[in-house]
């Protein structure tokens, strides 16, 4: 935990490559100091079609899955820190935009709480 789904258009894997983009978000949620390195996971989705207000224009969008109990001063920090670092490295993309949810512990489980 936390998961970060970042959806984008196709073209913005051509101006940065994947690996580049997953960094700058694993960087971002690493520096503050809200989770620790080895729980942070970073994926990416680009899409070949999409309408985005009937245009065809780029964007970046994260969708953040993290574990309750982080405050609203928290998350809203995270969504500002990862949309400031990916508008540094996209200046010309129009859409970039994050959401953060809440995992409930219930229901939650994994591998290693077995």
């Known amino acids: 935990m936390p ?3 970042i959806e984008c258009s196709e073209p913005i894997i051509a101006m940065k490559s994947p690996e580049e983009i997953m960094q700058k ?3 971002t949620a690493k520096a ?3 989770f620790s390195k080895g729980d942070i996971k970073v994926r ?3 899409y070949k079609y999409y309408n985005i207000g009937n245009t065809n224009n780029d964007f ?3 969708f953040s899955y993290i574990m309750e109990g982080r405050t609203e ?3 809203n920090s995270l969504s ?3 949309i400031a670092k990916l508008k540094l490295m996209f ?3 129009p859409i970039i935009s994050i959401n953060i949810k809440n995992f409930e512990k219930v229901g939650y489980c994994n591998k290693f709480m077995i």
């Open 3 to 5: 998961h970060f789904i």
């Open 25 to 27: 978000v694993y960087n």
């Open 32 to 34: 503050t100091q809200l």
């Open 44 to 46: 990416i989705k680009p």
């Open 60 to 62: 970046i969008h994260a």
């Open 73 to 75: 001063d928290e998350k």
């Open 80 to 82: 500002l820190s990862i």
């Open 91 to 93: 200046p010309t993309v």
